[in-house]
Each structure stands twice: as structure tokens, then as C-alpha cells.
């Protein structure tokens, strides 16, 4: 790799923004919060497949389970939080949160280390051990921020079943 290319210096800076605006409290609509782990989700398991398209299957099963546990992390984490739902609106109240912050910069730095690692043809970058990593660290950085939407997405789904409707803001 001799140069960082252009769609990697805006990928930086879309991570950062993102991570800038979760550290504040926001109002969104509910399915609205699932959106952003989705696209890390399949973004990221699609970069992974184009740069170990001959990866051993056995990897992918380590990445679900990582992707699992970083799930109920990010469920754990999620659970701690003061949500407040408006029916009205249909909005949900989420506190700031720096972890996002923390997860998208070394989600990005670990992606910025397995291309150049293949790209730059390090002989560790085409070891098993290497790609399980890979695969491991990705599940585990993909499910966090998919557990804690998750986890507000079904709170505000199920406080709207029980209540018929949810309380307001404030």
C-alpha cells in the first residue's frame, strides 16, 4: 500500500462525527438506532470475505460468536441506560455515551491494519491464526453497537405492547 487513498481518510472522518455526536444525549426514532450497526455489520463482513475469500468456514462460525458475545456486551451495556420514550412522536431519548467513540476508532484502526497488513503482503497476514483473529475481533466490534440498539430498539417495542403507549419525554 504506498498511499492511504481518499475514501479512507472520509471513512475516518465519518467514524469520528459519528462517534462525536453519540458522546452527547440525542432523540431518534427507535429503528432509526439499529441502522448504523447493520451497515458495520455487513460492510464489515463483506470486507472481510474480499480479503480472505478462501477463508476456512470455521472462521466465519468464530465470527458469529464473537459477534454474539459483543451482542451481550452491548446489550449489558445498554441495559444500564435511562431510555424515555415519546408515543406521540415516536421518538426515544438516549444518554451520550463515549464507548461508540472508542469502538468505531478501533474498529477503524483494526481495519486499517488487516488491508495493509494483506496489501503490503506480510507474511503473518496469510496465517490461519492471523484471519481467525480477523474474524474474531470484527464479530466482537461489529456486536456491540448492535447489541445496545438492539437493546433500546426492543425496550421501546415492548414498553409501546405493554402501555398501548409509551411515556413522553422529560
Not at 68 to 84: E, F, I, K, M, P
Not at 87 to 108: E, F, H, W
Request: aromatic share 10%; proline share 6%.
Amino acid at each position: 500500500m504506498r498511499h492511504i487513498t481518499t475514501s479512507a481518510i472520509a471513512m475516518l472522518a465519518v467514524a469520528i462525527v459519528v462517534g462525536v455526536q453519540r458522546l452527547y444525549p440525542r432523540t431518534v426514532r427507535p429503528e432509526r438506532m439499529i441502522v448504523f450497526p447493520l451497515l458495520l455489520v455487513f460492510f464489515g463482513a463483506d470486507s472481510l470475505h474480499t480479503l480472505f475469500p478462501n477463508a476456512d468456514p470455521a472462521y466465519a462460525a468464530a465470527a458469529v460468536l464473537a459477534c454474539g458475545v459483543g451482542v451481550l456486551l452491548g446489550w449489558a451495556h445498554a441495559a444500564r441506560w435511562q431510555v424515555q420514550f415519546d408515543a406521540a412522536k415516536r421518538l426515544v431519548r438516549v444518554p451520550g455515551d463515549p464507548s461508540l467513540l472508542a469502538i468505531l476508532m478501533v474498529t477503524y484502526g483494526t481495519h486499517f491494519f488487516l488491508h495493509y497488513s494483506v496489501e503490503a503482503h506480510q507474511p503473518w497476514a496469510v496465517s490461519g491464526v492471523f484471519e481467525f483473529l480477523a474474524f474474531a475481533a470484527w464479530g466482537l466490534l461489529a456486536g456491540m453497537p448492535l447489541g445496545r440498539s438492539t437493546n433500546v430498539l426492543l425496550r421501546c417495542m415492548r414498553l409501546e405492547n405493554e402501555r398501548g403507549s409509551t411515556p413522553t419525554l422529560g
